[in-house]
């Protein structure tokens, strides 16, 4: 890889974008992503910047911030008005349900074995609002079992886009057409999406989708992307709204109150994670460099291959079979072997996966090559 001036000119050797350790295998995207060497730099240029100098360009901010919308609006195929930055994936999933005049005897429709980042929000900040629960499970009927729960005081609809633990990924249109026969909010946590495929919500119907930036984005933690669908905006109730809220002519008066913004900067209070945000542009900016549809094939092409040779093997796969389901996720047991020796094995290697609910979980990236693959499989073979 070479640089010209800020851009990337990115050659196959992916590896180069990272500062890898060359003695380890790293295959726990799904928990948090590597930093490219580019995001470190900005985030390193911004707080030396910061300690030399103190405040920050006013233009400068702005400028990055418009750069923050600006990529993450081509990502997701939406425009940047529609974007706000987050901390988190909670907290774009807290302002969603925060947002909704909920009345009486209204009900949410919660993914019930999503990971817990919605489940927490639904059950411990609104106990006045009736909640369905509905599992995922294999995904079988997930979309006939979700619509059965759904009903006219029924005003959001919160699901994962990509499961945490299988891998699976819903078709967002199709949740987008069941939102076009009934009227509720569709709220999607994208954290475990986006960044491994192509995500486009310009026709999709999703309200808000939230997705915070530490994992398949490759971006560090204290950052995200929070969609919000611009012509519902005037129908929410403001919330985490701040000074910086609302636009100023200039930052020499702040009296009297301001109107909000008419976008989604209204849900930027102020003073945001600005060395963060540095470094997510710029690995946004990687993103696009590359081509999403590219990074999506080369997950694929190694997800595949990776559920083929487990299954040759006997294990039980909890991934769908089917690639339309498929991300980045592949996640097994073995009938006989406990995954904790099985994973306790891959840590001797220097395999960094993850153990999650009995189940060994590997995730992919596109930088992840077939020799890395064929060496977790020669460390399996060990040990079975």
Same mark, same amino acid.
């Given at each position: 890889?070479?640089? %010209?001036?800020?851009?990337?000119?990115?050659? =196959?050797?992916? +590896?180069? /974008?990272?500062?890898?350790? !060359? @003695? $380890?295998?790293?295959?726990?995207?799904?928990?948090?992503?590597?930093?490219?060497?580019?995001?470190?730099?900005?985030?390193?240029?911004?707080?030396?910047?910061?300690?030399?100098?103190?405040?920050?360009?006013?233009?400068?901010?702005? %400028?990055?911030?418009?750069?923050?919308?600006? =990529?993450?609006? +081509?990502? /997701?195929?939406?425009?940047? !008005? @529609? $974007?706000?930055?987050?901390?988190?994936?909670?907290?774009?999933?807290?302002?969603?349900?925060?947002?909704?005049?909920?009345?009486?005897?209204?009900?949410?429709?919660?993914?019930?074995?999503?990971?817990?980042?919605?489940?927490?929000? %639904?059950?411990?900040?609104?106990?006045?609002?009736?909640?369905?629960?509905?599992?995922?499970?294999?995904?079988?009927?997930?979309?006939?079992?979700?619509?059965?729960?759904?009903?006219?005081?029924?005003?959001?609809?919160?699901?994962?886009?990509?499961?945490?633990?299988?891998?699976?990924?819903?078709?967002?249109?199709?949740?987008?057409?069941?939102?076009?026969?009934?009227?509720?909010?569709?709220?999607?946590?994208?954290?475990?999406?986006?960044?491994?495929?192509?995500?486009?919500?310009?026709?999709?119907?999703?309200?808000?989708?939230?997705?915070?930036?530490?994992?398949?984005?490759?971006?560090?933690?204290?950052?995200?992307?929070?969609?919000?669908?611009?012509?519902?905006?005037?129908?929410?109730?403001?919330?985490?709204?701040?000074?910086?809220?609302?636009?100023?002519?200039?930052?020499?008066?702040?009296?009297?109150?301001?109107?909000?913004?008419?976008?989604?900067?209204?849900?930027?209070?102020?003073?945001?994670?600005?060395?963060?945000?540095?470094?997510?542009?710029?690995?946004?900016?990687?993103?696009?460099?590359?081509?999403?549809?590219?990074?999506?094939?080369?997950?694929?092409?190694?997800?595949?291959?990776?559920?083929?040779?487990?299954?040759?093997?006997?294990?039980?796969?909890?991934?769908?079979?089917?690639?339309?389901?498929?991300?980045?996720?592949?996640?097994?047991?073995?009938?006989?072997?406990?995954?904790?020796?099985?994973?306790?094995?891959?840590?001797?290697?220097?395999?960094?996966?993850?153990?999650?609910?009995?189940?060994?979980?590997?995730?992919?990236?596109?930088?992840?090559?077939?020799?890395?693959?064929?060496?977790?499989?020669?460390?399996?073979?060990?040990?079975?």
């Amino acid at each position: 890889m070479r640089r %010209a001036g800020k851009e990337y000119v990115v050659s =196959q050797n992916y +590896r180069a /974008l990272f500062e890898f350790n !060359p @003695e $380890i295998i790293y295959l726990n995207h799904a928990s948090t992503g590597m930093l490219p060497r580019k995001s470190a730099e900005a985030m390193k240029e911004y707080i030396e910047a910061l300690a030399s100098a103190g405040e920050p360009s006013m233009d400068g901010l702005m %400028a990055m911030q418009q750069s923050f919308r600006d =990529q993450s609006a +081509r990502l /997701l195929d939406v425009q940047p !008005p @529609e $974007i706000a930055f987050i901390r988190n994936t909670t907290d774009g999933l807290s302002l969603a349900l925060h947002s909704i005049d909920w009345k009486p005897g209204d009900n949410m429709v919660v993914q019930e074995d999503a990971f817990p980042a919605s489940l927490y929000v %639904a059950a411990y900040c609104f106990p006045q609002v009736e909640k369905r629960y509905v599992p995922l499970k294999n995904g079988d009927d997930f979309y006939e079992r979700l619509n059965q729960k759904i009903d006219d005081r029924t005003r959001a609809v919160v699901v994962d886009y990509v499961h945490f633990l299988s891998g699976y990924r819903l078709d967002l249109m199709q949740l987008g057409e069941l939102k076009h026969q009934k009227n509720f909010y569709l709220i999607v946590d994208g954290i475990q999406g986006l960044g491994a495929v192509q995500v486009s919500l310009k026709n999709s119907n999703v309200d808000f989708f939230s997705a915070g930036g530490v994992k398949w984005l490759n971006a560090p933690a204290g950052t995200g992307i929070f969609y919000l669908r611009q012509e519902i905006l005037h129908e929410l109730i403001p919330f985490h709204v701040g000074w910086a809220s609302a636009e100023y002519e200039n930052l020499n008066s702040f009296y009297p109150v301001r109107p909000l913004y008419s976008d989604s900067r209204r849900f930027q209070a102020a003073n945001e994670n600005f060395i963060g945000m540095n470094g997510l542009v710029e690995s946004l900016k990687m993103v696009h460099e590359i081509g999403t549809e590219k990074i999506e094939n080369n997950i694929m092409s190694i997800t595949e291959k990776a559920i083929l040779m487990l299954k040759e093997k006997g294990f039980i796969l909890l991934t769908s079979d089917q690639r339309i389901n498929h991300a980045g996720i592949v996640t097994f047991k073995h009938p006989k072997i406990a995954s904790q020796k099985i994973f306790e094995h891959l840590q001797k290697r220097r395999i960094v996966c993850s153990l999650r609910e009995g189940y060994i979980r590997l995730a992919f990236h596109f930088y992840n090559t077939d020799e890395e693959l064929q060496q977790v499989f020669s460390c399996i073979k060990e040990i079975l």
